[in-house]
Nanobody, 123 residues
């Protein structure tokens, strides 16, 4: 069974860092693009970042580009989202999703999703 499992979320203070993980099982991520999305309460799910099968990364939200970094570890079959200088407005459910080869911005192009992990930034 092909599965994506996110982990690493939690409750942190403003200015803290977190690293989210998206681990794949039942298939290899080598030929897939993997994207991170977040959904803030009351808002639509939004693409944050994506890394293609060749390792090229894309950032959909300019305000996050300097603080969030996407990376992938082929050996561990895992993609990461390193988040730094977290702000209360980063509070959301973070999910990863895959599609073949190339990144797309819209969630409709992704067909395999993890269950999501909650990130709460609060003082």
């Amino acid at each position: 069974q092909e599965q994506l499992v996110e982990s690493g979320g939690g409750l942190v203070h403003p200015g803290d860092s977190l690293r989210l993980s998206c681990a794949a099982s039942g298939f290899t991520l080598d030929n897939y693009a993997i994207a991170w999305f977040h959904q803030i309460a009351g808002k639509e799910r939004e693409a944050i970042s994506c890394i293609g099968n060749r390792g090229v990364s894309h950032y959909s939200v300019d305000s996050l580009k300097g603080r969030f970094t996407i990376s992938r570890d082929h050996a561990k079959n895992t993609v990461y989202l390193q988040m730094t200088s977290l702000k209360p407005e980063d509070t959301a459910i973070y999910s990863c999703a895959t599609r073949r080869y190339y990144c797309k911005r819209s969630s409709e192009f992704y067909n395999n999703w993890g269950q999501g992990t909650q990130v709460t930034v609060s003082s």
